[in-house]
């Protein structure tokens, strides 16, 4: 499968993204402690939250790096549900893609694209971007999700064409690393780390029946409702098995 068209923001998973993907106060100070361990102890750190959608993790950065944060981000509602939902006094929601960032060449000493690389139409010329705002020794930190890398999520067996779309939707590792290394952003690590999702079964479940995962997009109404209902059977039955924690990708590069 190649060549799925873009996801569009605008068109319904604004209403949903916020309650079915938000995050817990642990797993946040365990992102924003990963992103410290990579970034340099001075404060104040400029950072950019590139596809920051609707300010999930913007506010939390201004917060941990004492500094002004860009959210630059295409969908007019996903970032009206920033300024409503993810308003801070040091974070500013501009319109922008990851093709024509809306900043000044050498202005930010990190990029943060969390869930958001994978979207990009043109991802070298994304990496262009992202080097030309990034400050000399500036990092990059992408929490990816790679083609080669599947997470195995547990819902996956519901929803047969589940793993074929992910695999079309997002890029390998090494497609990821080239794109930027013709930037001249390279490899500094990948790490793993733990993410907690839902804090029951009930909560997952219900997140999940909200359909804020872009996969979901790419798959017809029939075959969701379809897997819901096995997936309901399932859970009737005593047989579903709920993972409410898993690793999460973090690429680092500079
Ligand atoms: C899965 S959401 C992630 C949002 C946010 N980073 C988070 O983790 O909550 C992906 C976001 O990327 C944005 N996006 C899509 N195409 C983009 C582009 N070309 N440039 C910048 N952002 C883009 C989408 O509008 C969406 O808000």
Wanted: proline share 7%; glycine share 8%.
């Amino acid at each position: 499968m190649t060549g799925l068209p873009p996801v569009d923001y605008d068109k319904a998973q604004h209403r949903v993204y916020a309650k079915a993907r938000a995050v817990g106060a642990e797993t946040m100070a365990r992102w924003m402690a990963r992103f410290a361990a990579e970034l340099p102890a001075a404060r104040p750190l400029t950072i950019l939250d590139l596809g920051s959608g609707t300010g999930r993790f913007s506010p939390a950065l201004a917060e941990t790096f004492a500094g002004p944060v860009w959210g630059v981000e295409p969908s007019e509602k996903m970032r009206a549900q920033a300024e409503a939902g993810a308003a801070h006094p040091a974070v500013r929601y501009l319109a922008g893609t990851a093709g024509a960032i809306p900043l000044p060449e050498a202005s930010v000493d990190a990029v943060l694209m969390f869930l958001s690389f994978h979207h990009f139409p043109d991802k070298p010329a994304a990496a262009r971007e992202v080097a030309r705002v990034l400050r000399p020794g500036g990092r990059v930190l992408m929490r990816g999700e790679f083609g080669d890398r599947p997470p195995g999520v547990w819902w996956a067996p519901y929803f047969p064409r589940f793993e074929t779309v992910a695999r079309a939707l997002f890029p390998s590792l090494d497609e990821t690393l080239a794109a930027f290394a013709d930037a001249g952003l390279h490899h500094l690590a990948l790490h793993e780390v733990q993410e907690q999702y839902a804090a029951s079964e009930d909560e997952a479940v219900e997140r999940l029946k909200l359909r804020g995962i872009s996969v979901f997009d790419h798959l017809d109404d029939a075959e969701i409702e379809a897997g819901f209902v096995a997936l309901d059977a399932d859970r009737a039955a005593g047989r579903l098995r709920v993972a409410l924690s898993g690793r999460s990708d973090l690429l680092v590069l500079g």
